[in-house]
């Protein structure tokens, strides 16, 4: 039986901390600056949107990788905005693509953006439920309600991840229907580098998903939905 327990734990392990490890290893592995490359993440996102008539959608430098469909803004980190490297263009190819698709008015796009601030709400619900579960057990003094608490904010931070793997055909089409493409007919790639740009639109692709998971054991943390 501990031996069950144990692999059980290492189980549940390896698939909320694995996709996680997945993703970073992937971005880092192929972010190394390479000067052969015709420009930056940043130009290359800016010479996309020009392309495809959008020169009214800026190119920002922030925290986190996303295209706002509020903003209509293309947003990127400062390593693949700055930086020459397979992932910093194929990041920033992917983000362009969301671009692309709430331009040609793509329906699962949009529903996933008319239905984000719903999913914003109820991770908002999460962490009120969670952040208030020792006061109650303070006063209540009842561990079963506590017990009940933990798992009602467990259950709606579930809500996200089941949001963002039903929405995740978005982002397979913005990496491989879109960004991909744009990256091997545009020649903004050599041959050779074309794998490692598949792993890190991959790796692009599931980041919320992998995100999500992380958050239904990092309950205690509330911290607000980037965009697309």
């Known amino acids: 039986m ?14 909320v901390f694995g996709p996680q490890w997945w993703v970073r290893r992937a971005m880092q592995q192929h972010a ?9 993440g940043g130009e290359l ?73 719903v999913v914003q ?21 009842s561990p079963m309600l506590l017990a ?15 949001f963002h793997v039903l929405t995740l055909p978005v982002e397979l089409d913005a990496s491989f229907r879109r960004a991909l493409p744009i990256l091997e007919t545009g020649h903004f790639l050599d041959a050779g580098d074309l794998p490692g740009a598949r792993t890190v639109l991959r790796a692009a692709a599931l980041t919320y998903v992998a995100s999500s998971l992380m958050a239904l054991v990092n309950i205690a943390r509330f911290r607000r939905l980037r965009p697309f």
């Open 2 to 15: 501990p031996i069950l327990l144990a692999l059980g734990a290492a189980l549940l392990f390896g698939l």
């Open 32 to 40: 190394t600056e390479r000067p052969d490359l015709p420009g930056t």
């Open 45 to 117: 996102a800016r010479h996309l949107l020009d392309l495809a008539g959008l020169k009214h959608v800026p190119v920002e430098i922030a925290p986190a990788d996303h295209y706002d469909p509020v903003a209509n803004v293309v947003r990127l980190s400062p390593a693949n905005h700055d930086g020459r490297s397979i992932t910093a263009v194929a990041v920033a190819a992917h983000e362009v693509s969301h671009a692309l698709q709430h331009a040609a008015g793509d329906r699962l796009f949009a529903a996933r953006v008319r239905f984000a601030p």
């Open 121 to 141: 709400s109820f991770e908002f619900a999460a962490a009120v439920v969670m952040m208030t579960a020792p006061v109650v057990l303070a006063v209540v003094h």
């Open 148 to 162: 009940l608490q933990v798992g009602v904010g467990i259950a709606l931070l579930g809500v996200r991840l089941v």
